[in-house]
């Protein structure tokens, strides 16, 4: 019986499209007949509008010129690939969302090639075994700052502001 039941909630997750609606509805997942049809696409023939006018709209607009026999594909989202898998039962072939996980100290010895004291990365309020996430497109923007720690020899606290803009100018 549960079984079941997880083979027809992966159906319904499998077709559902996320929409955001502006509040107070905010993110809904629905089940839309024709538009659930529509594969993923990086550079979809296709894009979609949702409204919550007159109790809720979606509307499909082409994004280029379509002849007969084009596919309609649509973006299914900015998901890391596990969202994918799970969701929709596929991982794109290329993702920017895409993501490792790696300890810092195995980033910093890459890096720099020596392994990177335990001591001195206590000193600057790092954690060498604290894991990291590589995304495909760039690294995140906490990675970048525990870098920045690392190679400026400058505590962790000192810069946790690197990349935050400032309240008032």
Known sequence: EQSAYLDALALVWSRALSVRLPRPIGTRYLLVPYLDL???????????????????????????????????????????????????????????????????????????????????LKELGLDGDEPQKLYASAPSDELLVRLRAAFTDTPYSECCGYLQPPLFK
């Open 38 to 120: 529509a594969n993923h696409d990086e550079k979809p023939s296709a894009i979609y509008a949702a409204s919550a006018v007159n109790g809720g709209v979606i509307r499909l607009h082409a994004a280029r010129k379509l002849s007969a026999g084009d596919a309609v594909t649509i973006r299914y989202g900015d998901w890391p690939s596990a969202h994918y898998a799970t969701h929709y039962g596929f991982v794109p072939r290329t993702n920017a969302m895409h993501a490792v996980e790696l300890k810092l100290s195995t980033i910093l010895e890459s890096a720099t090639g020596e392994t990177p004291s335990e001591e001195r």
